[in-house]
């Protein structure tokens, strides 16, 4: 069965203490797989989109990494603007049946 | 450019009344998308549209209803509200292009939506 899985739950930083968010998934055939950042009260915001392992992509202090397993998310020097909640999705297409399946998301607090 | 826009921002129903809500987009994308998000259990499909005139189910279809008159408009409509239909509902489109993977899917700001 497809699935996505994300970990931590809840992280808490220090502005420009560095970490990753981890983003676990299994699908047939994968079509990419995608990051949104989403703000309280607000829509989902696309960050970045890969597409075959070993593929990494940049975005200010943002580096999205892949493998055939998992997806990180790498958060260098963060400040407090970075606080959101940060989901990973991945789409399928099995049996005529069109999936777009959202990991639960990263709730990430960064302290100034 | 607006990107996508929802109606209504807040609504309250009671159990068994009818509502629609409304996805409008104004960046010309073939596909449109409705979800609800839930605590604890992320966002979810309900119904999805590759174009003018089509529908399809999701994930989470049962107890809704969508259509797709306009390119531009995607209304979600719930027939008889139940309290589990309590959930903020998002709807996203994303674009046929070469460019941009199909997959990419810009979102609306929400609609919270509270069934007594």
């Known amino acids: 069965e497809d699935q996505v899985t994300q970990s931590p739950e809840a992280l808490r930083l220090q502005e420009g203490e560095s970490s990753s968010l981890n983003c676990s998934y299994t699908?047939?055939?994968?079509?990419?797989l995608f990051w949104y950042r989403q703000d309280p009260g607000k829509g989902p915001e696309f960050l970045f989109t890969?597409?075959?392992a070993g593929e990494e992509k940049e975005k200010e202090r943002l580096k999205a990494t892949l493998t055939k397993k998992e997806s990180f998310l790498h958060i260098t020097a963060p400040k407090p603007e970075d606080s959101a909640t940060y989901l990973c999705?991945?789409?399928?297409?099995?049996?005529?049946?069109?999936?777009?399946?959202f990991g639960t998301g990263t709730r990430l607090k960064v302290l100034a | 450019n607006a990107g996508v826009t929802q109606t209504p921002k807040f609504r309250v129903l009671k159990t068994g009344q009818s509502m629609t809500l409304l996805c409008a987009q104004d960046?010309?994308?073939?596909?449109m998308y409705w979800y609800r998000q839930d605590p604890g259990m992320g966002l979810r499909l309900i119904h999805y549209?590759?174009?003018?005139?089509?529908?399809a189910k999701g994930e989470v279809p049962d107890g809704y209803n969508v259509s797709r008159l306009k390119k531009q408009n995607f209304l979600l409509g719930l027939e008889s509200a139940a309290p589990s239909q309590t959930s903020v509902y998002f709807c996203?489109?994303?674009?046929?292009?070469?460019?941009?993977?199909?997959?990419?899917?810009?979102f609306g700001p929400g609609t919270r939506l509270t069934v007594l």
């Open positions: 996203a489109s994303s674009p046929d292009s070469r460019l941009v993977s199909t997959d990419t899917q810009y």
């Open positions: 699908v047939s055939g994968l079509r990419g």
């Open positions: 890969l597409y075959s």
């Open positions: 999705a991945v789409p399928s297409y099995t049996s005529g049946t069109y999936k777009y399946i």
């Open positions: 960046m010309n994308h073939e596909y």
């Open positions: 549209s590759v174009g003018e005139g089509t529908t």
